[in-house]
């Protein structure tokens, strides 16, 4: 019931259709979400989320997730990132993976909601390392539309399977367009 409910705001009261599907048969995975030029993408993304009606989540700095508000991040899919003990971001992620059943990681590569002319690749080395597919998500406010393609497995030659997952946002408009990554 709360899917149809979701389902019905993201697409008659936002405006808003999904293409494409995301394999439930897939339970660990890094989604790799773009255009992030707006705040706006959160709660898009997380209404999108209920509509599909599987859990995808995403990761914050552990002391988000302290009294009051630890509850209602968990809630919406959130994991508290601990970096204590010397690991690195990727490390620290990998492990969360490596703890969980069901992880489907969703990350904006582009680290800022302002414009950069290179994305972070930490989501790329995180699906290495975990072996695990990429899937691209593409938010476009143009069309109102969230695109997810195909999973990809990242294969080691980094230039090579960017410039591959590159072209599934090639179209897609952020919020603030002139904020978006330009796709080379």
Request: hydrophobic share 40%.
């Amino acid at each position: 019931m709360k899917k149809q409910i979701y389902k019905w705001i993201f697409e008659n009261l936002m405006g808003w259709k999904i293409e494409g599907s995301l394999d439930e048969q897939i339970k660990k995975s890094v989604l790799m979400v773009m255009p992030h030029t707006s705040w706006h993408d959160f709660y898009v993304a997380i209404i999108c989320r209920g509509a599909l009606g599987v859990d995808i989540n995403w990761v914050g700095k552990k002391e988000l997730f302290r009294f009051p508000f630890g509850y209602f991040f968990k809630s919406l899919g959130g994991a508290p990132l601990d970096r204590t003990g010397g690991l690195n971001k990727v490390e620290s992620i990998v492990s969360i993976f490596n703890s969980k059943e069901t992880f489907r990681l969703g990350l904006s590569p582009e680290g800022t909601r302002k414009r950069v002319e290179q994305l972070k690749t930490g989501f790329y080395y995180i699906a290495l390392q975990a072996n695990m597919p990429i899937i691209p998500v593409s938010i476009n406010f143009e069309k109102k539309v969230i695109a997810f393609g195909k999973p990809f497995y990242p294969t080691s030659d980094i230039e090579s399977d960017l410039s591959c997952l590159n072209k599934h946002f090639v179209d897609a408009k952020g919020k603030i367009p002139e904020y978006g990554y330009k796709v080379p």
